[in-house]
């Protein structure tokens, strides 16, 4: 038996309607109706409040249900350097914001006839390199942590 099908089988057992039960854990009625449906899964600390009060196990309501089980896995996942993937996300919008902002420049001149002139202050090598390196940096360094989980 799945989840929806305990779910609706512990509800109907009490004599409870969708709104009884929504009322009883604080949730909407129709959050009931798409979890006894199966379109859509509580949160873990629902879980937990249903177990409670049908007086279960939560293995008694996870076990079956493969879908299930694999949600509440990855909602207790957390990554384990948030900050760190932060900044190498950071790093990659900018180094595609200065790409983007140069191309728009040389367009400009190219298509335009404008005379935007880029600041001579950076060697050109390091203003035409500088962007790709940032995205190639925050790329590889956000890849690399999008899928590190603490234990």
Same mark, same amino acid.
């Given at each position: 038996?799945? /989840?929806?099908?305990?779910?609706?089988?512990?509800?109907?057992? $009490?004599?409870?309607?969708?709104?009884?039960? @929504?009322?009883?854990?604080?949730?909407? $009625?129709?959050?009931?109706?798409?979890?006894?449906?199966?379109?859509?899964?509580?949160?873990?600390?629902?879980?937990?409040?249903?177990?409670?009060?049908? =007086?279960?196990?939560?293995?008694?309501?996870? $076990?079956?249900?493969?879908?299930?089980?694999?949600?509440?896995?990855?909602?207790?996942?957390?990554? @384990?350097?948030?900050?760190?993937?932060? /900044? /190498?996300?950071?790093?990659?919008?900018? =180094?595609? /914001?200065?790409?983007? @902002?140069?191309?728009?420049?040389? =367009?400009?001149?190219?298509?335009?006839?404008?005379?935007?002139?880029?600041?001579?202050?950076?060697?050109?090598?390091?203003?035409?390199?500088?962007?790709? @390196?940032?995205?190639?940096?925050?790329?590889?360094?956000?890849?690399?942590?999008?899928?590190?989980?603490?234990?």
């Amino acid at each position: 038996m799945n /989840f929806s099908e305990r779910l609706k089988k512990e509800r109907e057992k $009490r004599g409870w309607s969708q709104n009884d039960l @929504a009322e009883k854990i604080h949730v909407s $009625r129709q959050a009931v109706s798409k979890w006894e449906t199966g379109k859509n899964y509580p949160s873990i600390e629902v879980i937990i409040n249903l177990s409670d009060l049908f =007086g279960i196990t939560i293995d008694e309501l996870l $076990r079956s249900d493969e879908e299930l089980k694999e949600k509440v896995i990855q909602d207790s996942k957390k990554l @384990a350097y948030p900050g760190w993937k932060t /900044f /190498f996300d950071c790093l990659f919008l900018i =180094g595609t /914001f200065l790409l983007v @902002a140069k191309l728009i420049v040389y =367009g400009l001149n190219h298509f335009f006839n404008t005379n935007i002139i880029i600041p001579e202050g950076l060697p050109k090598l390091l203003s035409n390199i500088l962007p790709l @390196a940032l995205m190639v940096i925050g790329g590889a360094g956000s890849d690399q942590l999008k899928n590190k989980y603490t234990e």
